[in-house]
């Protein structure tokens, strides 16, 4: 058994390590200078008590994107100077996000204890390469992101580090093999265990779905599918659960092989990004492959997230977790004795409240940020939950789940076909999405992003929008001098939440405007970026006249996206005429 010792590094702060919506994200160049990873882990493990540490597991993985190899190495080292007794590792580097809170909380070690926590490398759906994006974050013992009380601590102490702890005599460890390797340290024996990414997830998943009912549906000839993972993590576990477990045909995965830089491409699954996937549902610009699949998805780098397609049509994510929770009752056997209540992000749209009020449910609208449904789940009060950012989950884990996401729609829609696999036509996603708007009424929605713009514009944009608050009269001249036909503006604030389980109050979380009509327009910064600003505008407009759900969506909410522009003055303060991205 190798033997190590514990060295202590001298080191200076870095300007700058302050984890965002979720964890730290930079450059790979930032990460790659001297210290600059070794900074953030050890005030990551000085935020921690000693009882989270000492002696304990901890899971090391992520979307193997670039710089993961180097990364998970000196994160061992540190691990074992520390006084961790135990990392984790996902074979290659990789786990997918929900299978990293899966594992914290089902995979149980040899001597018979769970991991305390985790590291988890990724910077989700920024591209990765030298030249692009990493990311770390550490989730807690409940699988979820660390609450902000010690993002912030882990923040205050990146700005007065003066050294590390590191093992620099450990070897590098071989995390190709699955298999343990031992090491004798000050504090005893230090193991490191490589272990297969999908195991523990795989087990999960058939606890909560039927798979032998997603199974009939994808071996009925009429049904086809698709699943794109853009070259995330995610293609490890769609070989292994659509393919292996579900009977899928291999042909049906498209970028499947994990890639450092995602091939070159931004692994976040929209209708701009995800190009192949679009084209092939007979969403794309040119419609040249003849019969799109019945139903089509896509991940992003660290399959969290997902969009769902179904033959020449789009689900809005808003529009998805409203229909999944109309639906996971009867559908999923997970949620067969009802939900606990459901909850979405301020900014997506309010389908999930109509679902709620009808079926009677608790719910909760909280900032943007997963984190957030997080303490609502650990205190039993909500199971299903969704945002407009392409997330959707459930309290199965405590990070939203691609996989999942993919799963219940399945299941969806092998129970509305149960009967019908041998003969009739079959129900396609746009039969449910449409019958869905026709219970409920439909939520037209989207979102125009502009991404890395000038953070000092963008903080203007964001300052004149909230001045503006105060004069609705004002607002509303501005509003009718675009075109008249808009509602009038009945309120407008800034977002703030109370925390109903531990008073924690978060503020600034978004600029909103609400009109008489029930539409609404909302406006945020990005948390996730690593580079200038990303201004986000959402637009949503409610009907529930069922002559007039079935219009273009763009062009049913063309006065509203032009009320939004004229109310931000977006070209003024960001010199940009279009967006660079719509949702
Ligand atoms: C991550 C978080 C989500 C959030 C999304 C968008 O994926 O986990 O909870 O909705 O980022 O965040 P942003 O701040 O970029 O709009
Ligand atoms: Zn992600």
């Not at 409240?353 to 957030?372: C, Y």
């Not at 509305?416 to 039969?431: A, F, M, S």
């Not at 939520?443 to 125009?448: G, V």
């Amino acid at each position: 058994m190798a033997t190590f010792k514990v060295s202590r590094i001298q080191t200076k702060p870095y300007d700058g390590q302050k984890p965002g919506t979720s964890g730290l994200r930079k450059k790979v160049k930032v990460f790659a200078q001297p210290h600059y990873l070794e900074n953030f882990v050890q005030c990551t493990f000085n935020a921690l008590t000693a009882d989270r540490i000492k002696g304990k597991t901890l899971v090391v993985s992520g979307d193997g994107r670039y710089y993961s190899e180097e990364a998970i190495q000196i994160i061992i080292k540190m691990s074992a100077a520390n006084g961790v007794k135990c990392v984790w590792v996902g074979q290659n580097t990789l786990l997918a996000t929900p299978a990293v809170s899966a594992v914290i909380r089902e995979r149980v070690g040899k001597d018979g204890s769970k991991a305390s926590g985790a590291f988890i490398l990724t910077a989700s759906h920024n591209p990765g390469g030298p030249n692009e994006d990493f990311g770390i974050k550490y989730n807690m013992e409940n699988g979820g992101p660390a609450p902000e009380g010690v993002t912030d601590k882990i923040y205050e102490n990146t700005t007065t580090i003066n050294e590390y702890l590191t093992a620099e005599d450990l070897p590098d460890v071989d995390i190709s093999k699955v298999g343990t390797t031992s090491f004798s340290g000050p504090d005893g024996k230090f193991e490191v265990e490589v272990f297969d990414s999908t195991d523990t997830y795989v087990k999960l998943m058939k606890s909560i779905f039927d798979f032998e009912a997603i199974k009939k549906l994808l071996s009925c000839p009429k049904f086809t599918f698709c699943y794109d993972a853009l070259h995330g993590v995610a293609g490890v576990y769609a070989k292994r659960i659509f393919v292996e477990e579900l009977g899928a045909n291999e042909s049906s995965l498209l970028n499947c092989t994990p890639k450092k830089d995602f091939g070159g491409g931004h692994p976040d699954p929209n209708l701009t990004y995800a190009k192949e996937l679009v084209q092939r549902m007979g969403l794309g610009k040119s419609n040249t492959e003849g019969e799109p699949p019945e139903f089509g998805a896509a991940a992003d780098g660290d399959a969290d997230r997902n969009m769902v397609l179904g033959k020449r049509f789009f689900v809005t994510p808003s529009d998805s977790v409203a229909i999944i929770a109309a639906n996971a009752v009867e559908a999923i056997p997970y949620f067969s004795g009802g939900l606990k209540g459901v909850a979405r992000s301020m900014p997506t749209s309010a389908a999930l409240d109509v679902v709620a009020k009808a079926l009677n449910l608790k719910f909760f609208e909280v900032p943007t940020g997963w984190k957030f449904f997080g303490n609502l789940m650990d205190a039993g009060l909500c199971s299903v939950c969704g945002e407009e950012s392409f997330g959707t989950g459930s309290d199965h884990v405590r990070e939203k789940d691609g996989i999942w996401a993919v799963l219940a729609w399945l299941s969806i829609l092998g129970q509305k076909n149960k009967d019908k696999l041998n003969g009739e036509n079959l129900v396609t996603v746009e039969d449910i999405v449409r019958q869905h708007w026709v219970t409920y009424g439909r939520h037209y929605y989207t979102r125009y992003d502009y991404e890395n713009v000038d953070a000092g514009g963008a903080k203007e944009l964001m300052a004149n929008l909230v001045n503006l608050q105060s004069d609705l009269s004002e607002v509303n001249k501005i509003v009718k001098g675009v075109n008249s036909a808009v509602a009038n503006v009945k309120s407008a604030d800034e977002f703030q939440y109370t925390d109903p389980v531990d008073g924690s109050v978060s503020k600034h979380q978004g600029i909103r405007y609400l009109f008489e009509d029930g539409s609404r327009l909302v406006f945020r910064l990005s948390g996730t970026g690593s580079e200038g600003a990303t201004v986000r505008v959402y637009i949503e407009q409610y009907e529930n006249d069922s002559s007039k759900i079935s219009r273009d969506s763009q062009e049913a909410l063309k006065p509203l996206v032009d009320v939004a522009l004229k109310l931000s003055k977006m070209q003024e303060f960001t010199g940009r005429s279009e967006p660079t991205v719509i949702t």
